[in-house]
Nanobody, 123 residues
């Protein structure tokens, strides 16, 4: 499965962005999906997660109420809607697919990763 993110960019604080993650070579509906983010000098961290049947969702405390994950199985895509962005949300964002839906905070649970997309929030 190949994952490709898009939609990153520069936005002012308080603004919104929607990141897209499209897949080829496999079906995302059979995978649990997540978005991680990474800033220089820090470990890549789980932001938000959604299992393959959509019944289990996790959001990091820092993004609760602002970020939403969604899927479009017909387009084989996953999205990250980010509202009320803050400068501390600045990072490279990665989508990732977890075939087993287990150990969701551990990077090695995710078999497939996108290349990342930069999100920069100015104050």
């Amino acid at each position: 499965v190949q994952l490709v993110e898009s939609g990153g960019g520069l936005v002012q604080a308080g603004g919104s962005l929607r990141l897209s993650c499209t897949a080829s070579g496999g079906t995302l509906s059979s995978h649990s999906m997540a978005w991680f983010r990474e800033v220089p000098g820090k470990q890549r961290a789980l932001v938000i997660y959604n299992n393959n049947n959509g019944l289990s969702t996790y959001s990091a405390d820092s993004v609760k109420g602002r970020f939403t994950i969604s899927r479009d199985n017909a387009k084989n895509a996953v999205y990250l809607q980010m509202n009320n962005l803050k400068p501390e949300d600045t990072a490279v964002y990665y989508c990732a697919a977890n075939p087993l839906g287990s150990n969701i905070r551990q990077m090695n649970s995710y078999a497939y990763w996108g290349q990342g997309t930069q999100v920069t929030v100015s104050s």
